[in-house]
């Protein structure tokens, strides 16, 4: 009883730079390359750019804050409660692999908007109603997405940091603070 590869489902990716592989041969079955494949439900594409996939989960949870709408609407729901089920039920799908994503200003912008559009449909307010965004989000206590996602990557990073120092997972850690410090390897005498 021990594991088994599923030739079907293998694929080689190259991420980053370079053209995508060329399909290769391993113990008699031949794995494709692909430049985009689904994982754990997160888009990955060879690009260095997260765009797709972040535009992907606003579909998936613009889809799902539009079947809460009646929710959104009924006035015998507190606030808290309303802001407590967006969180839980459309915040949680939109963020889903937010740690590894390569944010751009322009991604950062998307996901503030949708975040504030549905903030002001949750709290009832109309386009026309002019009212800022700083008095929307005093009013639904709700922080902005470039913090929760920090404060998520602090959580990863303070787990692998918490890691045996042999595992793989810190010593890549450790490669990648020592590179941006300056390129300086930390060397540790024993």
């Known amino acids: 009883m021990g594991l088994n590869t599923s030739w079907s489902k293998t694929k080689i990716q190259n991420l980053g730079h370079g053209v ?4 290769v041969q391993l113990q008699g079955h031949i794995v494709q390359s692909t430049d985009r494949f689904t994982y754990l439900c997160s888009d990955i594409q060879s690009s260095e ?3 797709p996939e972040i535009l992907r989960r606003i579909g998936l949870a613009s889809n799902i804050f539009g079947r809460l709408a009646d929710v959104w609407k009924r006035t015998g729901l507190s606030l808290q409660t309303k802001i407590r089920l ?3 039920l459309v915040i949680s799908v939109l963020l889903y692999g937010s740690e590894t994503w390569t944010l751009l200003k322009a991604d950062e912008r998307r996901l503030e908007e949708f975040h504030m559009n549905c903030q002001r449909r949750i709290v009832g307010i109309r386009w026309f109603h002019f009212v800022t965004n700083a008095s929307v989000t005093s009013q639904t206590g709700e922080e902005g997405f470039a913090i929760r996602i920090c404060r998520r990557r602090l ?3 303070g787990h692998v940091r918490r890691l045996p120092e042999a595992t793989p ?6 490669l990648a603070v020592d590179a941006r410090a300056g390129g300086k390897p930390d060397i540790r005498p024993e």
């Open 20 to 23: 995508t592989p060329a399909a």
């Open 49 to 51: 750019r997260s765009t």
């Open 86 to 88: 967006y969180n839980a």
């Open 155 to 157: 959580s990863i990073f």
């Open 169 to 174: 997972a810190h010593s890549a850690l450790r």
